[in-house]
């Protein structure tokens, strides 16, 4: 199952490594929004250069396309989009509650595909067979965001997440067995064979006879999990406030998961006193994700700072489709006039690809002209931004520097930024 390792800790800070079967973390870590199985505009290829470490894919957009039946015929999220690193999928449950069509009840939730209007329902163990089938390494149990912000409304909602995380728990269990009789199935034909190597995914064709069609796997292959080690973290819930939230975090701590996704919707005004209150609860020897946080630098410093091992967030790369590019001092937006004959670097500082070979007047002729190359430039210098700060705020708490660089980094860059 998946280990953590921490190296360092100071305070509730702390450097270390994920191991998961598709490689290590090194952490804190920023994880790029690959959520319909792609960081939009870059490809794998572009993440691994720019030092992303691993990808967040959503389990309600990959069940409307391509399926989860599909991803798992190809190996799983990894194998399937050419990632091959380590891989998150969150549940799917806050996309599915912004929708107009939401209907919520003790089982699950009942809701409208986006695309075509077909109805569907997602229960917590359906959540848990569909991100099985994805096959990422961390899966986040599915929980209840609540759309009001009444006190009322978030502890109703945060008890509905708790009931369903048992029920999550008690799938993903039941999923982990059959790994684990797959897993002693490969073990005896390796044994009898005498073949060697780490087990990382499963030879169906070994197990069990195809189906007449070639290639093709029959039905009761096609209800097992992919056979390697999964791992499910449970989503702290509450809100703002913090009683909810020191609730949530004894009772997400007392289930045992492999790990605690912190959810919900907050700014960076409130995110240090939430960050201390749930973080001095939640056991220390297991990861912490925060969720969706990530767009702005100072969520970073924050979260690192206040226990937070690993990040996700769209906010970057969406930015950058805007032509809203991150510097040390500050946003730009790219598209403005001043940087038609500007030839520097959209920051001079930055040794991504864009920064390495292209000038700000180019960026903004080809934003001008709408060409498809502006967005992946832009994209690739703002997630190399994001990624290469947390890397830097990484080697600051083991260099005993945190304080210095934080002060640094955020004077720079909010002095002159509009954000």
Known sequence: MLKFDIKKKTGLARVGTIHTAHGDIKTPAFIGAATRATVKSLTMS???????????????????????????????????????GPTFTDSGGFQIFSLPSAKIAEEGVKFKSHINGAKLE??????????????????????????????????????????????????????????????????????RTKATGPVTSISWDALAKRSERPGARSNAQAKMPLAYSQSLYAVVQGGTFLDL????????????????GIGGVFTADGMAEMLETVNTILPENKPRHLLGMGQEPRDLFIGAEYGIDTFDCVGPTRMARNGTLYTHDGRINIKNAKFTRDSAPVDAECDCECCKNHTRAYLHHLFKTDEI???VLASIHNEHFIVSTVDNIRQSLMDDTFEKYKRTFLDRYYKSSNS
């Open 373 to 375: 190359t502006a967005k």
């Open 245 to 260: 939230r020191a609730e949530s975090a004894r009772y997400c701590a007392s289930v045992n998961p492999d790990g605690f």
């Open 46 to 84: 572009e993440m691994r250069t720019l030092g992303s470490q691993g990808i967040l894919a959503n389990t309600y957009h990959l069940i409307l396309a391509p399926g989860s039946d599909l991803i798992q015929e190809f190996g799983g999220l990894a194998e399937f989009s050419s990632w091959h």
């Open 122 to 191: 997602m229960t917590p163990e359906s959540s848990m067979r569909d991100q099985w089938k994805i096959g990422a390494d961390i899966h986040m149990a599915f929980d209840h965001l609540a759309k009001s912000e009444n006190y009322d409304d978030m502890k109703e909602a945060m008890l509905r997440t708790h009931r369903w995380l048992d029920r999550c728990v008690a799938e993903h269990g039941r999923l982990s067995g059959q790994v684990a009789l797959l897993e002693g199935d490969l073990s005896r034909q390796r044994e």
